[in-house]
Every structure is written in structure tokens, then in C-alpha cells.
């Protein structure tokens, strides 16, 4: 009995050391670790209270005209290649909302359209040079238009707008999700003023990958924030059994033609198909079709070849 206990001791500390020092990898895996990007409180009352709106990835819409900002880069030059007009070329804004012109000065272009800026800087420039010529501005930095992807995605980050991207493309953007990632609590936070009604809208990933549903695939904003929560444990234990939230209802099957009309999917009626040759099988037994007849000569004419 006492060999015994002496033997199961030993054992029974290494099976405990074992189990403690895996308990940590296991338990991260399988989401015993604490979350490191919760979701708010009021950020998830939003988003269930919150029905999916705004411009998305079938509708999308155009943005106003570029307001120049600081960290924007402007391009400014002359049309004419034998202009005596020397400018520096690329042009950041400067904190101050100013670009520096060297000898014709540092006019003020923050908060203006890129037309308004080439109408001063031309204006500027004839003021002290006559024999000018045309000097155009162009837009070759949107540094001031940006959003934000954060929490559970590889390369968090910020990410210029350029006018076309989606809550999609802010995501592949950002490196995609991690494991960790709570795929069904995504949200789309929109900046309001400190006194405004708060705007965040539900994301439902799974159905936008894997379904092609767009009804939450949003048409990113300047300024929009991509929050991504980490899973909670009853996430990472039970994954299925979650809710699927207040955006991911019942999906249309178009095979039972229930789907949007064409002209809301942006596609085109199918054109028409043509029908299937009878298969060989069908035609046993049948009788053969009659060809029409040809007339053919009985003799046909032997070509004479000349004497050499």
C-alpha cells in the first residue's frame, strides 16, 4: 500500500503540473481568457436597438466635393512646359491650412475645393509674373479623409477614403479578423457632436461573406470607426448557440423567387437559352427522317488532257 501511494504521488503532481501549466494555451484557445476589446454597454444597446441604414455596397452614393484639409498633398504647376514659373511641386498643407509658394507666398487653402485653390493660386501668381500662363492644382494626397478599423483584426489601423470602400474592404484592409474575433457583434460607430444622437449600426459578417447579403455592408464615411470585439467565453464554448442579432434575419432564397427584382440587384434578365438536342436514346425506333433527293449524273465527264 505504501509503494503504491509512493508511486501515485509522484504521479498524480506531474499530471497537476501538467494540467496547470497547459490550462493557460488551452484556456486561450478555447476563450477562457478575458476579452481584450469589449463592446460598451451603450454601444451594444445601439446596435440592437439600431436598424441597418445609410448607403451600402449596392447603393452606393457619390461624396461632395474634396475639402482641403492639413496633411493633404496638392500637385501645383504650369500647363505651358517653356513657362519661366518655377513652383515647388508637391505641396503638403501645413498645419496652419497653407501651402508655400516660395516667391508668390503661402495663401491659405484649408477648407477650400481644389477649383477654389487653383483659382487663387492662379490669380496669385499673374498678380507678379504676366507672361504666367495657366498653372493648374491637383489633389495627389487624401491624407485628411480617413476611418479606422480596430480591435480584433490583424493590422489595425487608419485608412484613407478614396470614396468607394465598404465595411468589407475596411476589414480586408485592416488584415481580416483574428481568431478571437466575435464575428456577430461587429459595429459601425459614425462621429456625432458631443450634444447629437449617437450613430452605430450593426454588422453582420458572417452573412456578408458568406451569403452575399449587403444590407449591413455599409458604404464607408470619413471619420467611420470599425470596432471589432474580442469573443466572450460563452462565445468561444458555444459558438452556435449565440442570438443572431438584430440584423441577421432570414435570408431569400431565390430559387423560390422571393429574391429583389433585377433591377434593385443591378443585373440583367438571363438571355434566353436555347433547347437541348433530342438525347440519341429518344430517337430509337423512331423512323428515319427522308432527305431530299439530288439529282446526280450517271456519267460523270472525263477531263481531256492536251498533246505535248
Known amino acids: 500500500m505504501r509503494t503504491c501511494l509512493r508511486i501515485a504521488t509522484p504521479a498524480a503532481a506531474f499530471l497537476l503540473a501538467s494540467f496547470s501549466i497547459g490550462c493557460s494555451s488551452v484556456g486561450s484557445t478555447l476563450g477562457f481568457s478575458p476579452p481584450q476589446h469589449k463592446l460598451l454597454p451603450e454601444a451594444k444597446a ?20 474634396h475639402v482641403v484639409e492639413p496633411g493633404d498633398v496638392l500637385l501645383v504647376q504650369p500647363v505651358e512646359l517653356d513657362s519661366p514659373v518655377r513652383l515647388p511641386a508637391d505641396q503638403t498643407v501645413l498645419p496652419d491650412g497653407t ?12 477648407g477650400k475645393t481644389v477649383a477654389d485653390i487653383e483659382r487663387d493660386v492662379q490669380q496669385l501668381v499673374k498678380k507678379q509674373a504676366k507672361d504666367a500662363g495657366t498653372v493648374t492644382v491637383r489633389l495627389i494626397g487624401r491624407n485628411s479623409k480617413v476611418y479606422y478599423v480596430l480591435g480584433e483584426v490583424n ?12 465595411v468589407l474592404d475596411g476589414i480586408i484592409a485592416a488584415g481580416g479578423l ?25 454588422v453582420c459578417y458572417p452573412q456578408i461573406v458568406q451569403l452575399g447579403d449587403t444590407s449591413t455592408n455599409y458604404q ?54 436555347p433547347a437541348a438536342p433530342t438525347p440519341m436514346a429518344a430517337t430509337v425506333g423512331r423512323p428515319e427522317p427522308k432527305l431530299p433527293a439530288v439529282a446526280v449524273p450517271a456519267v460523270l465527264p472525263i477531263p481531256t488532257v492536251p498533246d505535248r
Request: with cysteine; charged share 20%; glycine share 10%.
Open 46 to 65: 445601439f446596435r440592437e436597438s439600431t436598424p441597418p441604414a445609410g448607403p451600402r455596397e449596392l447603393a452606393k452614393i457619390l461624396h461632395p466635393a
Open 99 to 110: 501651402i508655400d509658394l516660395s516667391p508668390f507666398g503661402r495663401p491659405v487653402v484649408a
Open 155 to 166: 493590422a489595425p489601423g487608419v485608412f484613407p477614403v478614396t470614396g468607394r470602400e465598404t
Open 178 to 202: 483574428t481568431r478571437k474575433a466575435s464575428e456577430r457583434s461587429i459595429v459601425v460607430s459614425r462621429p456625432t457632436p458631443p450634444d447629437g444622437c449617437r450613430i452605430v449600426m450593426p
Open 220 to 273: 464607408i464615411m470619413p471619420g467611420d470607426r470599425i470596432y471589432v470585439p474580442s469573443q466572450t467565453l460563452t462565445e468561444g464554448l458555444f459558438p452556435r448557440r449565440q442570438k443572431p442579432g438584430p440584423c441577421c434575419g432570414p435570408q431569400t432564397n431565390c430559387a423560390g423567387g422571393g429574391c429583389a427584382t433585377p433591377e434593385i440587384l443591378g443585373s440583367s434578365p438571363a438571355p434566353a437559352v
